[in-house]
């Protein structure tokens, strides 16, 4: 069974760190990318990042530079989102998503570019 599993959200301050992991089980995950999305309480799913299978095509949303890292161990079939200077508009579900295929960048940040989904994990962030 292919399965993505989300975990480390929680509650935190404003300014506060968190490192969310994104296990996979259930498929080669060495050759799959996997984004990130996250969805805030009202709003669409958005795009966060996005890390190929090498490490070495990484993409951002540009909101999300300079705060937000993604990065992976394909031996421990892992990818996690680090996320500094946490702000209370970081609240939302975060979700890790896998995608077999090699895309545009213009293509990377569409959810429909991604075969498995994960089911979220929740961050709060407080003011």
Same mark, same amino acid.
């Given at each position: 069974? *292919?399965?993505?599993?989300?975990?480390g959200g929680g509650?935190?301050?404003?300014?506060?760190?968190?490192?969310?992991?994104? /296990?996979?089980?259930?498929?080669?995950?060495?050759?799959?990318?996997?984004?990130?999305?996250?969805? %805030? =309480?009202? !709003? /669409?799913?958005?795009?966060?990042?996005?890390?190929?299978?090498?490490a070495g095509s990484? $993409?951002?949303?540009?909101?999300? !530079?300079?705060?937000? #890292?993604?990065?992976?161990?394909?031996?421990?079939? #892992? *990818? @996690?989102?680090?996320?500094?200077?946490? !702000? =209370? /508009? +970081?609240?939302?579900? @975060?979700?890790?998503?896998?995608? %077999?295929?090699?895309?545009? %960048?213009? +293509?990377?940040?569409?959810? $429909?570019?991604?075969?498995?989904?994960?089911?979220?994990?929740?961050?709060?962030?407080?003011?």
């Open positions: 069974q *292919v399965q993505l599993v989300e975990t509650l935190v301050q404003a300014g506060d760190s968190l490192r969310l992991s994104c /296990e996979g089980s259930g498929l080669t995950f060495g050759m799959y990318a996997v984004g990130w999305f996250r969805q %805030a =309480p009202g !709003k /669409e799913r958005e795009f966060v990042a996005r890390i190929r299978w090498s990484i $993409h951002y949303a540009d909101s999300m !530079k300079g705060r937000f #890292t993604v990065s992976r161990d394909n031996d421990n079939n #892992t *990818v @996690y989102l680090q996320m500094n200077s946490l !702000k =209370p /508009e +970081d609240t939302a579900i @975060y979700y890790c998503a896998a995608d %077999a295929a090699v895309r545009r %960048a213009n +293509d990377v940040a569409l959810e $429909h570019s991604y075969e498995v989904w994960g089911t979220g994990t929740r961050v709060t962030v407080s003011s």
